[in-house]
């Protein structure tokens, strides 16, 4: 007996394929992880520590005014932040609908619930911008350059995990329309070569059936 797969979404691409999404089992999402962190690792292999182009990247942060390295700094702690608010940051109890309440009033509640969701996050972001502020502006200058170092490795790293691990899904996930089992495209390479609105257009599908969760996305490099 074949099992079913789970909700098959139809797409149309701007050159007229025609193609079908499905989300990603779970071997499929740790396939797609391992090989977003192999590739991601080896772009930013020639930046690690002791590696060739590492002096060209603390130059460039040496020369940087002390002001717009503090200033980077903080905006590479933000960026972390806001991708970790969701998990770090204490939760509100999630709410249960009464027996005697409406559709409407549940409603309301829940967009009053959610709004201060994000008015106690903004309030934590507040507070652990002001300190990582303050642990900043007592750093030396070989430390402020070492940390902006580090801080442009871990965002490169998470942009290039982030951006082939998409790729990967959709080799996974487009499949032929005739034959669900058969993939439309054996690579994340060849997801790649598509013309840009075809691959927009893949991507917008794929979303809107699965995501990428921000846990799958590291916060950090591997050492390098």
Not at 118 to 128: K, N, Q, V
Not at 130 to 136: A, C, F, N
Not at 146 to 169: G, K, Q, S
Request: charged content about 30%; hydrophobic content about 40%; overall charge negative.
């Amino acid at each position: 007996m074949s099992i079913p797969y789970k909700t098959l979404q139809e797409v149309v691409l701007p050159n007229g394929e025609r193609l079908v999404l499905r989300p990603l089992n779970a071997f499929q999402r740790y396939e797609a992880r391992f090989q977003a962190d192999l590739y991601a690792a080896q772009q930013l292999l020639p930046w690690g520590v002791d590696q060739p182009n590492a002096s060209v990247l603390q130059a460039q942060f040496e020369q940087m005014p002390e002001e717009e390295r503090r200033a980077y700094l903080l905006r590479a702690y933000e960026e972390m932040l806001r991708q970790e608010a969701e998990i770090s940051c204490p939760q509100l109890p999630p709410l249960q609908r009464q027996a005697e309440e409406t559709e409407m009033a549940f409603a309301l509640r829940v967009k009053a619930w959610q709004e201060q969701g994000e008015l106690r996050r903004g309030e934590w972001l507040r507070e652990c911008l002001l300190v990582e502020q303050t642990r900043i502006a007592g750093l030396s200058v070989a430390e402020q350059v070492a940390a902006c170092c580090n801080r442009w490795r871990e965002h490169t790293y998470r942009e290039a995990f982030a951006t082939r691990f998409l790729l990967e899904a959709l080799a996974w996930s487009a499949r032929v329309v005739e034959d669900p089992k058969r993939r439309c495209y054996e690579s994340a390479e060849a997801v790649a070569d598509l013309e840009d609105a075809d691959l927009n257009a893949l991507i917008e599908g794929y979303l809107s059936l699965d995501t990428v969760r921000e846990p799958e996305v590291p916060t950090s490099p591997p050492p390098c």
